[in-house]
């Protein structure tokens, strides 16, 4: 996948790394770190400036959140509820009031979930469909997710025309600091997970 990854960049410059970022944040798989690394190590011996790739790669995660945050919206209150509904989730201690209270949630705590969420592995890419489906202002959701977006982006750009033909070492970093988010995230998840279900089983 690199390579051609490399290709991409090397042949088509901006437009490919515009495109690649708005697939990866659609498709977390994608490295971001590889491209943004390696778009910024490009900038050292082509026609390409830190610049340009940094406003390239922010249009590209803003056009791939916005697909996502539509994807959210067609998740609605109503559909979701249903959803809470029906017997397996029942089973499992959901209730269709836990809808409105994730959603109330979101519009408390949303400006921080989207804007520090586009600095975290894959909660960067899937921040986009809850605030769609919590109805977050279109205008907030662009200014936060580019904000959070340019972020990102510079840091991984600079860093990658910064060291050069090293920047592997760049990837290599980002990729164990993205396992463990990951792990955290996981265990974070899990026990908020078991206390959520044994208090419910309490309230029965």
Known sequence: MTAWIFSLID??????????????????????????????????HT??????????????????ALILYWVGTLLNEERLEKLFNHSFFKKLGFKKDD???????????????????????????LISIPAGIAKVSMTKFIILT???SLIWNSILISLGAYMGSKWEKIVLIFEEYSLAVVI?????F????????????KNA
């Open 146 to 148: 580019t904000l959070g």
């Open 47 to 64: 026609k390409m400036n830190v610049l340009g790739l940094i406003i390239a790669s922010t249009i590209g995660a803003l056009i791939g």
């Open 184 to 188: 955290l995230l996981l265990i974070a």
């Open 99 to 125: 809808v409105k209270k994730s959603i109330a949630w979101f519009d408390k705590h949303g400006i921080k979930a989207i804007l520090f969420g586009r600095c975290i592995p894959v909660v960067r890419s």
């Open 11 to 44: 042949h088509f410059g901006y437009l490919a790394v515009l495109l690649l970022i708005a697939v990866e944040n659609i498709f977390p798989p994608i490295p971001s770190e590889v491209i943004l690394s390696f778009g910024g190590f490009m900038t050292t």
């Open 190 to 201: 899990i026990y908020f997970a078991i206390s959520w279900y044994k208090k419910r089983i």
